[in-house]
């Protein structure tokens, strides 16, 4: 069955950079893009950026343009989130999530990784 | 970027009401319109997809309705699992906009 584990919680200082991942299995890996979204405490949910594992083709929110960068990992199925210059506002729980199929939503979804930004 | 707007943000209902959502998009995104719920400390679950579509597993009292850039969630008899916040999702451009949430809550 489809599955998308994502790593560990992380914690960063205001400044520095973390990185994270979301291992697929279940299904052909470079066949669908994989969103991030993320979500701060108590907070909505915000669009983030998509990776095309086919072809390495990005797309960034304006907001973290700059900040993020989307890496893939093909032959181990992971695609992976760093994020830079860290804020507070930062501190989220942060998603991987795909579509199976061209009409749909995002139908599978990770369990999600927390990242907290403290000194 | 697409603006999307969902009202009420909070809705305060009994077992058994009808419910409806509302979502509107600030530009039209003719039906690339997803419906999602979220219980706290849980994933996102995809309810509806193309505006209208059941996703396979949801219970057939969620529907959804609406083109352009008007759209609403029914659901129309609401369950004691239905307490939650659902979000509207805009995918007709390369940002994938969400709405701000609506929690609904026990009356």
């Known amino acids: 069955q489809v599955q998308l584990v994502q790593s560990g919680a992380e914690v960063g200082k205001p400044g520095a950079s973390v990185r994270f991942s979301c291992k697929t299995s279940?299904?052909?890996?470079?066949?669908?893009?994989m969103h991030w979204v993320r979500q701060a405490p108590g907070q909505g949910l915000e669009w983030v950026a998509w990776?095309?594992?086919?072809?390495?083709?990005?797309k960034y929110s304006p907001k973290f343009q700059g900040r993020v960068t989307i890496t893939l990992d093909t032959p181990a199925d992971t695609a992976q989130m760093e994020l830079r210059s860290l804020r507070s506002e930062d501190t989220a729980v942060y998603y991987c999530?795909?579509?199976?199929?061209?009409?749909?939503?995002?139908?599978?979804w990770g369990q999600g990784t927390l990242v907290t930004v403290s000194s | 970027d697409i603006q999307m707007t969902q009202s009420p943000s909070t809705l305060s209902a009994y077992v058994g009401d009808r419910v409806t959502i509302t979502c509107r998009a600030s530009?039209?995104?003719?039906?690339?319109l997803a419906w999602y719920q979220q219980k706290p400390g849980k994933a996102p679950k995809l309810l509806i997809y193309k505006a209208s579509n059941l996703e396979r597993g949801v219970p057939s009292r969620f529907s959804g309705s609406g083109s352009g850039t008007d759209f609403t969630l029914t659901i129309s008899s609401l369950q004691p699992d239905d307490f939650a916040t659902y979000y509207c999702q805009e995918y007709d451009t390369y940002s994938w906009t969400f709405g701000q949430g609506t929690t609904v809550e026990v009356k």
């Open positions: 999530a795909f579509s199976s199929f061209l009409e749909a939503g995002l139908d599978y």
């Open positions: 530009q039209s995104i003719r039906s690339w």
């Open positions: 990776v095309n594992p086919a072809n390495g083709n990005t």
């Open positions: 279940g299904y052909i890996f470079t066949d669908y893009a």
